[in-house]
Nanobody
């Protein structure tokens, strides 16, 4: 059973940057073996897909973050990242790392296709 450990959230001012990390374990579970994705959920809203990456480093982004967020992996470290820049108050949410089958990786997988979730990390963007 793969375990996803998330870190990197925090509070930042509008226009600032943050990097989230998600490390898979045990080491045998590589980020390259899964469709890796980031989701977020703001208070009172449904959880939404933010970005995904597959083993060929193909990526998809939600329109709301395209051009500002970058998803990437370091397979040697079994780590998934989300680099967030030009952050806006509407980006404030709990962010989750997710791992799904590569079969579902033609786009950001739907939640029903996600068997593995990391714990959330809070991102707050102040005005």
């Amino acid at each position: 059973q793969v375990h996803l450990a998330v870190s990197g959230g925090g509070t930042v001012q509008r226009g600032g940057s943050l990097r989230l990390s998600c490390t898979t374990s045990p080491y045998a579970y590589s980020v390259s073996d899964y469709c890796m994705a980031w989701f977020r959920q703001a208070p009172g809203k449904e959880r939404e897909g933010v970005a995904r990456i597959d083993q060929m480093v193909r990526t998809d982004y939600a329109l709301s973050v395209k051009g500002r967020f970058t998803i990437f992996t370091d397979p040697a470290e079994n780590t998934l990242y989300l680099e967030m820049s030009n952050l806006k108050p509407e980006d404030s949410a709990m962010y989750y790392c997710a791992a799904s089958s590569l079969y579902y990786c033609t786009q950001i997988p739907s939640e029903g296709r996600i068997p593995h979730w990391g714990q959330g990390t809070q991102v707050t963007v102040s005005t």
